[in-house]
């Protein structure tokens, strides 16, 4: 995952481009460096303030869309056997996987804003977000294990631990 320095190097200037550039179709860049790291700031942002919303209000009183009863019955329901507690980077990447989660995620297309948007997941829910315990995912994957993990109670042990 990239550092705060990193991601700071854009600068002003390169911070009031972002809000434009992100919203062109993915046609309309090469393999832009600039705009790969204005995705991963995005991305990063998210999962830091979504890391600080379960350190700091129990997860099982959270809600994070408008559908998430039916994200999480749908995800229990195509993934009744995933360990959301240890998730291992084939269970997301995978060609199985991916042949399981396309079906999953393309059913909240509408539903869910920017569904298939790139973010963070920890694989280990007990651990904080770094290098090793990260991966990239879409949107909609993120709320499915995310919504499991709160009303699971494995997201417990991030609330509790803040709290000691």
Known sequence: ??????LAALGVEGASAAAHALSLPAEAYGNDPRLEVMWAMKAYNHAEVYFNLISSVDPKFLKLTKVDDQIYSSFR???????????????????EAKERWRPFCNQFEGIVEDFNYGTLLRLDCEKDYSEENTIFATRVQFFAVEIARNREGYNNAVFKRSKS
């Open 1 to 6: 995952m990239a550092s705060h320095e990193g």
């Open 77 to 95: 329901e195509t993934f009744k056997e995933l360990d959301v507690k240890q998730l291992k980077e084939e269970d997301l990447k995978s060609d």
